[in-house]
T-cell receptor, first 113, second 108 residues
Framework: EAQVTQNPRYLITVTGKKLTVTCSQN?????MSWYRQDPGLGLRQIYY???????DKGDVPEGYKVSRKEKRNFPLILESPSPNQTSLYFC????????????FGNGTRLTVT | AQRVTQPEKLLSVFKGAPVELKCNYS??????LFWYVQYSRQRLQLLLR??SRESIKGFTADLNKGETSFHLKKPFAQEEDSAMYYC??????????FGKGNQVVVIP
């Protein structure tokens, strides 16, 4: 089944403890992206990647890192999480770029205490 | 600069009544616009895109360049339409901007 898989679904951590949220897609998509969803703010783009080793900042990249070593994987790294990064995170992919429909993962609910 | 505006956060409608979700955008050039939907406990998914000019689940959306709008409409709301709806606009270097979303509640 074609899908985008994120792990974990839920994560509770403490301030400053490095964490990684994984994202994998099996559709051979070139474009991948991370979003955070917050009440009243909608979805905001954190980082995106046009292809392997090609990443760029979205609208809210501060405090996050990404990497794209393989086409299928696009992990989101929080080197030193802070409470304001408590949010619902979505990974998405598409065959070309944002002009193509995005396929979303199920989301990761992160709580930073 | 806000690129996509969805003015109403929550919209409650009775089953069988028409529903319209407003989306206004700011973009110079020919925009591509999308509506995404998130049903309860499901992942976000594409509902429709303006270049397709199709009706999905009874929903339609027409791009009005004069009014810079891409409102989503359905003549008769169903209970299964209760969901969160996002209007989205590609911009800049391969970025996709979403509006703040509309929560639709269809009352039986």
């Amino acid at each position: 089944e074609a899908q985008v898989t994120q792990n974990p679904r839920y994560l509770i951590t403490v301030t400053g403890k490095k964490l990684t949220v994984t994202c994998s897609q099996n559709m051979n998509h070139e474009y991948m992206s991370w979003y955070r969803q917050d009440p009243g703010l909608g979805l905001r783009q954190i980082y995106y990647s046009m292809n392997v080793e090609v990443t760029d900042k979205g609208d809210v990249p501060e405090g996050y890192k990404v990497s794209r070593k393989e086409k299928r994987n696009f992990p989101l790294i929080l080197e030193s999480p802070s409470p304001n990064q408590t949010s619902l995170y979505f990974c998405a992919s598409s065959s070309r770029s944002v002009g193509s429909p995005l396929h979303f993962g199920n989301g990761t609910r992160l709580t930073v205490t | 600069a806000q690129r996509v505006t969805q003015p109403e956060k929550l919209l409650s409608v009775f089953k069988g009544a028409p529903v319209e979700l407003k989306c206004n955008y700011s973009y110079s050039g020919s925009p591509e616009l999308f509506w995404y939907v998130q049903y309860s406990r499901q992942r976000l998914q594409l509902l429709l895109r303006h270049i397709s000019r199709e009706s999905i689940k009874g929903f339609t959306a027409d791009l009005n360049k004069g009014e810079t709008s891409f409102h989503l409409k359905k003549p008769f709301a169903q209970e299964e339409d209760s969901a969160m709806y996002y209007c989205a606009l590609p911009h800049g270097n391969n970025r996709l901007a979403f509006g703040k979303g509309n929560q639709v509640v269809v009352i039986p």
